[in-house]
């Protein structure tokens, strides 16, 4: 079988095709032309169908699947790549963009004669508090629990992502934690009531431990190398598709109840903003793939990530 692999302008990226078995599968392309283009490694090729007459969006190949479940025999195959960029593992995003706030946040809070060199000894001892203590406990404890997650819990549907995600997510994460952990334990910050400490830290010790059951329950339904959507049963995601980033939310709503800056609320505000068009996002996908038609499960009625708002 002869494959054509040209660009979205038309352009044959490599000369002459690729000369490949019959019964090769999509990954046997991929792998030969990484051996034609070596800066093209399988994980920064997106392979699709060129698109048809009536065709908006086109259709990817499957690395699993064989070239001759999208082409026949008396057909001349064109393949259309796209370069996706240098791609990094999902694990090592994830554990980048968590490290940073793990480390920066406990920097004010220990060395405050150097970050606040306005502030004489005697006004930064006077006006520490145990409140800024709990929330340091809380804030690493909420980052060392991602990291350990991604580690050993979570399975991707994807095994790469660009590079491009992780300067973002660097910016995020890291430049938030600096600014909350400046305003948190800067010498003139004025603490909630105690009242009010305890409820929010309650809503976040409860929110971060059911967070981390709805991570299980999500790792349980992804089967080691599974790619594709399932729907998610059990606990929270009886009511709400997205029970994962509703848990999310709410352990920063604690946070921020218990510690009360503007900088943490901007952040939580970003965050949940994100997780809700995510969210959005898989639920229509869900509902999409499980509409109940050729035999297929109908996805079940639940609010999408924040009842009984959304």
């Known amino acids: 079988m002869q494959i054509r692999i040209e660009s979205r302008s038309g352009r044959e990226v490599v000369k002459g095709g690729l000369e490949l078995p019959d019964d090769a599968t999509v990954a046997d392309l991929q792998a030969a032309f990484h051996a034609k283009i070596?800066?093209?490694?399988?994980?920064?090729?997106?392979?699709?169908?060129p698109l048809g007459p009536d065709q908006k969006k086109a259709t990817v190949l499957e690395s699993s699947k064989k070239l001759s479940d999208y082409f026949s025999k008396t057909s001349k195959p064109v393949v259309v790549f796209k370069d996706l960029g240098p791609q990094i593992t999902w694990t090592t995003l994830f554990v980048m963009e968590y490290l940073g706030p793990l480390l920066l946040y406990p920097?004010?809070?220990?060395?405050?004669?150097?970050?606040?060199?306005?502030a004489v000894n005697s006004q930064i001892s006077a006006n520490r508090h145990d409140?800024?203590?709990?929330?340091?406990?809380?804030?690493?404890?909420?980052?060392?629990?991602r990291i350990l997650e991604t580690l050993f819990v979570h399975r991707y549907s994807h095994d790469t992502v660009g590079y491009y995600f992780l300067l973002k997510n660097c910016t995020y994460y890291w430049g938030f934690a600096l600014v909350i952990s400046?305003?948190?334990?800067?010498?003139?910050?004025?603490?909630?009531?105690?009242?009010?400490?305890?409820?929010?830290?309650?809503?976040?010790?409860?929110?971060?431990?059911?967070?981390?059951?709805?991570?299980?329950?999500?790792?349980?339904?992804r089967p080691p190398g599974s790619k594709g959507y399932f729907?998610?049963?059990?606990?929270?995601?009886?009511?709400?598709?997205?029970?994962?980033?509703?848990?999310?939310?709410?352990?920063?709503i604690g946070f921020n109840i218990a510690t009360q800056t503007l900088m943490g609320w901007v952040f939580i505000v970003g965050g949940a903003t994100q997780m809700t068009i995510w969210a959005v996002g898989k639920h229509k996908r869900l509902r999409r793939t499980f509409d109940g038609k050729d035999g297929t499960v109908k996805y079940p009625r639940r609010w999408v990530i924040f009842p009984p708002f959304f």
Do not use: D
């Open 38 to 49: 070596k800066k093209f490694y399988p994980s920064r090729q997106r392979l699709t169908l």
């Open 107 to 118: 920097l004010f809070y220990l060395f405050p004669q150097a970050l606040y060199p306005w």
């Open 131 to 145: 409140y800024q203590f709990y929330a340091l406990l809380a804030w690493e404890f909420h980052y060392a629990k």
């Open 182 to 221: 400046y305003f948190l334990n800067n010498p003139l910050y004025t603490p909630v009531s105690e009242t009010q400490m305890l409820v929010g830290f309650g809503i976040f010790a409860v929110a971060q431990l059911s967070n981390f059951y709805t991570h299980l329950i999500l790792r349980n339904i």
């Open 231 to 252: 729907i998610p049963k059990g606990f929270l995601f009886n009511y709400v598709t997205c029970a994962n980033y509703t848990t999310e939310i709410w352990a920063w």
